[in-house]
Structures are given as structure tokens and as C-alpha cells.
């Protein structure tokens, strides 16, 4: 699976918009951008995936950049609830069966939202 | 409610005891996963299991030992033999084919 990186950490002021970039400059064609969350002392939260299209919803949307090295996911209108750890992950789809679904973490970026 | 749930959420033991921690899910998922979190870190995948009757070894195995005896559990031995087995232990599920895992809680192991 590719390598990401994610800054460390980011503030965000809480009715505005988070943006969370990610870089995955050796990504692969089959490879898709993952996001989940973790808030503290909690199990993770999926977020949202895409293959090269921009994606959408409910939750957060997804801008995966044309040659597919790097991504953003924007949390439209941030809440305090939403101060987190934001892990990107790349790894190839299940769909034909063959990944037995492995995630892999880094240490994502810690989102923290203040009022 | 459908969903994963582990228990206890806090546990303590005593260094050299077994202990085993508890998954279950009633999503009707065909793969669980077990992860250790440390202190500031990412996951690591300790065991996985695809079906019944069959699982699988991740990337820290060493100290660990699971089961799947039925759909719906799969839990985790922390045995005498796993040198740091103080963390935060995260059980996963995923509907074969599809591409989410859903967590549970966790468990915080501290052995003393």
C-alpha cells in the first residue's frame, strides 16, 4: 500500500471549513484514498473513499487532484464534535476479493476545533 | 441497535496472566480484524479472520492468539509471552467485498 503523509496537526474554527490535505505521490492506479477518524479513546470512523473522482456525503466531501499524488477532505461546517485524529489511507479496493482488508494507520493529523 | 461491541472497555491484569478480550458483531460480517493502538500512534494488525474456523496472522502476531468459532466473535488471548501487551485493543468487522471496516469501542489493557 502507498505511503501518505499528513501534517500533524491543524486548527479549525468551529461553523467554518476544515481542509485536510494528504500526499500519496506513489500511489497506484488500483489504489484508493481512504479517511477515517478517530476521537479520543474511541474505535475509528469511516469517513469517505474515492478512486479519482471527487466524492461526497454526509459526512465530508473528497478532492482527489487530477494525477491522484495528493487529496483533500473538507468537513464543510467543522463542530467541536468533530476534533479528531484524521488518518488518510491508501490501499487497493476489496472488490475482486483479494485484499483481506488490511487498513494501514500512520499517525494522521489532529484536527482540533475551538470555538 | 447492529454494531460491534467489546468488553470490557477497561481491564487491568497482572503481569504473566492470560487475557482474553471479547469482539462481537451483529452485523452479519464475513472478516474481523484485531489492532493495537499505542500511545500516539496508528493500528497495528495483530490477527485477522476472513470466515469461520480460519484466521490469519497481520504484522504483530508474536504474544497473541485468536479464534473463530462462530460468525458473529472473534476474540483475542493476550498470552504471558507478549512482551508489552499494555495498549488500547481495537476489533474491526467487514462485509466481504465491501470496502468498510467498522470498529468497536476498544479496550484498554494495562497490565500491571
Known amino acids: 500500500d502507498a505511503k501518505t503523509t499528513q501534517p500533524p496537526s491543524m486548527d479549525c474554527a468551529e461553523g467554518r471549513a476544515a481542509n485536510l490535505p494528504c500526499n500519496h505521490s506513489?500511489?497506484?492506479?488500483?489504489?484508493?484514498v481512504y479517511w477515517y477518524r478517530q476521537i479520543h479513546s474511541q474505535g475509528p470512523q469511516y469517513i469517505i473513499h474515492g478512486l479519482k473522482n471527487n466524492e461526497t456525503n454526509e459526512m465530508a466531501s473528497l478532492i482527489i487532484t487530477e494525477d491522484r499524488k495528493s487529496s483533500t477532505l473538507i468537513l464543510p461546517h467543522a463542530t467541536l464534535r468533530d476534533t479528531a485524529v484524521y488518518y488518510c489511507i491508501v490501499r487497493v479496493a476489496d472488490a475482486g476479493g483479494t485484499s483481506y482488508g488490511k487498513l494501514t494507520f500512520g499517525q494522521g493529523t489532529i484536527l482540533t476545533v475551538h470555538p | 441497535d447492529g454494531g460491534i461491541t467489546q468488553s470490557p472497555k477497561y481491564l487491568f491484569r497482572k503481569e504473566g496472566q492470560n487475557v482474553t478480550l471479547s469482539c462481537e458483531q451483529n452485523l452479519n460480517h464475513d472478516a474481523m480484524y484485531w489492532y493495537r493502538q499505542d500511545p500516539g500512534q496508528g493500528l497495528r494488525l495483530i490477527y485477522y479472520s476472513q470466515i469461520v474456523n480460519d484466521f490469519q496472522k497481520g504484522d504483530i502476531a508474536e504474544g497473541y492468539s485468536v479464534s473463530r468459532e462462530k460468525k458473529e466473535s472473534f476474540p483475542l488471548t493476550v498470552t504471558s509471552a507478549q512482551k508489552n501487551p499494555t495498549a488500547f485493543y481495537l476489533c474491526?468487522?467487514?462485509?466481504?467485498?465491501?470496502?468498510?471496516?467498522?470498529f468497536g469501542p476498544g479496550t484498554r489493557l494495562t497490565v500491571l
Open positions: 506513489t500511489i497506484s492506479g488500483n489504489e484508493y
Open positions: 474491526a468487522s467487514r462485509l466481504q467485498g465491501a470496502d468498510t471496516q467498522y
